[in-house]
């Protein structure tokens, strides 16, 4: 990585030529307010692409690789400082306008990538799954050529997708989104990549809508068509208008579920991710399988759907979703809902093997080492590992590696289009029998 030349100025103020900084300043690095002139580099996870000031690695958000920019510093950590890139110099051809006025500096936290076009949307966060893979992964660019790793886009476009959008309430008790890494609201007109039908929702300012005593807002538009707006209060979810249950379709069935349960958010993710997991570990009749992580049990009901009457045991630990589970699956009897944390069900042999295929669906932090272990010692033949957050994913996949399995399979999928979030779902392998 190069080093660019910097020029510093005071806040506020248009850039000045690097001779006119002081030497105090050159040498007390960056601190917050701070702004500088610089040429930015690789994209980066959480967002951000990488540069260096004077050795120092700059985060910066609202930026392109290969862009001149002037960015001002929001936070310094040692180590590292996080700027937002107020003015550009030298765009990027990839550079497009972005279309919600709210994403910008200093405005709303919720999309990352608004100013970028959308094929390099999915090459900004091709880039970031193999950096995490070979970085905290082990693999290497060759390995991850043969997997042929790169994101896809889901059908729909980038806008209007969000099937679930939970607005926080300011002081003034009107309803926003929050600016990025804070608890600030922004009141906001419309999010532009909410669903239409969340959108002429009465909730925000230009419908003169307050929310006194309100924590947040939670809207709910269903693939089943039901539109539900949730009050929260102390933590308390009270419905406003439409259903407390809304109706979801998936993997060819209808799903009944508190509108505050999680779903996944793009109305095409869940037969998206439900064709990968099967597609990938093809499951046979008569296997057994688990489904770890399994909320409402979507993996299950697509497990059954191949294995036919042989066990299927899901674990989940959240009530509202074991609930859930228990109802929408009560048509499926070889299906088992376990209400307990994954970690607990194994070692505690709340679960057992042997068994032959895993759906592996954990929350952003990752399986973690201990939860591998077990699984690997159940002795299955092949694991779907559905995974929300890159780095997560590499350290699992590392562990795995470590215990002589293999990542066989990556398929990438955009389900958060403009924001820097991806899903993935591998297929992880034993060491091969001699």
């Known amino acids: 990585m190069t080093e660019p030349s910097v020029q510093r100025t005071?806040?506020?103020?248009?850039?000045?030529?690097?001779?006119?900084?002081?030497?105090?300043a050159l040498d007390r690095?960056?601190?917050?307010?701070?702004?500088?002139?610089?040429?930015?580099?690789?994209?980066?996870?959480?967002?951000?692409c990488v540069?260096?000031?004077?050795?120092?690695?700059?985060?910066?958000?609202?930026?392109?690789?290969?862009?001149?920019?002037v960015a001002e510093v929001t936070e310094v950590h040692r180590?590292?400082?996080?700027?937002?890139?107020?003015?550009?110099?030298?765009?990027?051809?990839?550079?497009?306008?972005?279309?919600?006025?709210?994403?910008?500096?200093?405005?709303?936290?919720?999309?990352?990538?608004?100013?970028?076009?959308?094929?390099?949307?999915?090459?900004?966060?091709?880039?970031?799954?193999?950096?995490?893979?070979?970085?905290?992964?082990?693999?290497?660019?060759?390995?991850?050529?043969?997997?042929?790793?790169r994101v896809e886009a889901l059908p729909g476009g980038l806008l209007g997708w969000r099937s679930r959008v939970r607005y926080a309430v300011d002081a003034a008790d009107r309803?926003?989104?929050?600016?990025?890494?804070?608890?600030?609201?922004?009141?906001?007109?419309?999010?532009?990549?909410?669903?239409?039908?969340?959108?002429?929702?009465?909730?925000?300012?230009?419908?003169?809508?307050?929310?006194?005593?309100?924590?947040?807002?939670?809207t709910v538009a269903s693939t089943g068509g039901d539109v539900t707006v949730t009050e929260v209060r102390d933590g308390v979810p009270t419905p406003v208008s439409g259903p407390a249950e809304v109706r979801e379709v998936a993997v060819g069935r209808d799903w009944t579920l508190p509108a505050s349960a999680f779903?996944?958010?793009?109305?095409?993710?869940?037969?998206?991710?439900?064709?990968?997991?099967?597609?990938?570990?093809?499951?046979?009749p008569g296997e057994v399988a688990w489904d770890l992580y399994g909320?409402?049990?979507?993996?299950?009901?697509?497990?059954?759907?191949?294995?036919?009457?042989?066990?299927?045991?899901?674990v989940e630990s959240s009530r509202d979703a074991v609930d859930a589970a228990r109802a929408n699956l009560a048509d499926l009897p070889q299906i088992e809902v376990v209400a307990a944390r994954v970690e607990t069900a194994l070692t505690r042999r709340r679960i057992t093997g042997p068994v032959d295929v895993v759906v592996l669906d954990p929350p952003r932090s990752g399986a973690g080492a201990q939860v591998v272990r077990d699984i690997v010692a159940a002795g299955p033949?092949?694991?779907?590992?559905?995974?929300?957050?890159?780095?997560?994913?590499?350290?699992?996949?590392?562990?795995?590696?470590?215990?002589?399995w293999r990542l066989a399979a990556l398929r990438g999928f955009d389900l958060f289009p403009m924001t820097q979030h991806v899903e993935q779902v591998g297929l992880l392998l034993p060491p091969e029998k001699r």
Request: charged content about 20%; some cysteine.
């Open 10 to 24: 005071a806040p506020g103020t248009p850039s000045a030529s690097s001779s006119s900084a002081s030497s105090s």
């Open 29 to 48: 690095g960056l601190t917050e307010a701070d702004r500088v002139e610089l040429t930015v580099d690789a994209v980066a996870p959480g967002g951000h």
């Open 51 to 69: 540069a260096r000031v004077d050795g120092q690695v700059v985060f910066v958000r609202h930026a392109l690789p290969g862009e001149r920019v």
């Open 79 to 149: 180590g590292f400082v996080r700027a937002d890139a107020v003015t550009v110099l030298e765009p990027s051809p990839d550079r497009v306008e972005p279309p919600c006025p709210y994403a910008k500096p200093g405005a709303c936290g919720g999309c990352d990538l608004q100013h970028v076009a959308p094929a390099a949307q999915l090459a900004w966060k091709t880039a970031v799954v193999r950096e995490q893979l070979v970085r905290l992964g082990g693999l290497t660019d060759v390995e991850l050529d043969r997997l042929g790793v």
């Open 175 to 218: 309803a926003g989104l929050l600016k990025h890494r804070s608890h600030e609201v922004v009141p906001i007109d419309r999010c532009r990549i909410a669903h239409p039908a969340i959108q002429q929702l009465p909730v925000l300012i230009p419908t003169g809508a307050l929310w006194p005593a309100a924590e947040a807002v939670e």
């Open 263 to 284: 779903w996944q958010v793009h109305p095409a993710a869940a037969d998206v991710l439900s064709t990968a997991v099967l597609e990938l570990l093809d499951p046979q």
């Open 295 to 314: 909320g409402a049990g979507l993996f299950a009901a697509a497990l059954a759907s191949r294995v036919a009457d042989a066990r299927i045991t899901l």
């Open 381 to 404: 033949r092949a694991i779907a590992y559905v995974a929300c957050d890159p780095a997560a994913f590499a350290r699992d996949v590392r562990t795995f590696a470590d215990l002589g």
